[in-house]
């Protein structure tokens, strides 16, 4: 998936399809809040908000046996 000759962004762009391809639910997740992770890079505060995020986004999600 990964192709060094590829920009980060179409590299991101390819990923973030495939994860679409995945789960689209999860993707968006995901891709809302990737931001974060972007800007900061590898800085400890932004990974905990990036967690706390995506946490607080699934936990919101109506139970499985709800969402049908």
Do not use: W, Y
């Amino acid at each position: 998936m990964f192709d060094a000759q590829k920009s980060f962004e179409d590299n991101l762009a390819t990923f973030r399809a495939a994860c679409e391809g995945i789960d689209a639910d999860c993707a968006k997740v995901l891709f809302d809040n990737i931001g974060l992770l972007i800007k900061h890079g590898a800085d400890r505060d932004a990974r905990t908000l990036f967690n706390s995020k995506v946490k607080t986004t699934l936990d919101a999600l109506p139970p499985k046996e709800e969402a049908k």
